[in-house]
């Protein structure tokens, strides 16, 4: 099967400063998003996802992981994915392609992850925002590193495409103070 792409996104943002106090160095995020055609198609349910999201994963995850962790032009310390696909598919078409090692492993690869990726997937109408969970890449329970990033595209997706994306930052949240896990005082289940 074809991958048809219409579109690739790519996007930094450099964060200098947070709640007016200049950072020791910038929180640097990027995207790399495909916009493709659904290759499960819009007229009706199909059974088998699994197939064409075998067939596929690995050229979308080669399409837009490598290229983010370059853009990103630092190390990755976080990363996420995400489908959004149009309201002609389902939220399983994005699903299945993302949450699939073939896709996930060029990823976390290229951004020497051992971390399943997060991710965030969903059907929305053209210019909807999607919110990515990131995560460590080594260590999904660094809590410094919990936060999500939103993507949104002018023109993505028309209802028969997915927007496939991957997301890298080069560390946890600016002017993060929380404990780390499990430092808090222990509480019973039901206490508040």
Do not use: W
Not at 40 to 69: M, R
Not at 100 to 107: A, E, K, S, T
Not at 139 to 156: M, N, P
């Amino acid at each position: 099967m074809e991958l048809q792409v219409r579109k690739i996104v790519r996007h930094v943002e450099e964060l200098r400063e947070e709640n007016g106090i200049a950072l020791e160095r910038p929180h640097r995020v990027a995207y790399v998003a495909a916009i493709i055609k659904n290759p499960f198609g819009t007229n009706g349910y199909v059974e088998d996802l699994v197939s064409i999201a075998d067939e596929l994963g690995e050229k979308i995850g080669e399409l837009v992981g490598p290229a983010c962790v370059e853009l990103l032009d630092d190390e990755v310390e976080v990363f996420g994915k995400a489908a959004l696909v149009g309201i002609a598919g389902e939220t399983e078409h994005g699903s299945a392609l993302i949450h699939n090692l073939r896709f996930g492993n060029v990823f976390r690869q290229a951004a020497q992850g051992t971390e399943l990726l997060p991710a965030a997937e969903k059907t929305g109408l053209i210019a909807t925002p999607i919110d990515v969970p990131l995560k460590h890449k080594t260590d999904a329970k660094t809590r410094s590193h919990h936060q999500s990033f939103t993507l949104r595209i002018e023109d993505a997706p028309r209802p028969d495409e997915i927007v496939i994306a991957c997301v890298a930052g080069n560390q946890g949240r600016p002017l993060q103070r929380l404990a780390t896990f499990g430092a808090e005082a222990p509480v019973e289940i039901g206490q508040q």
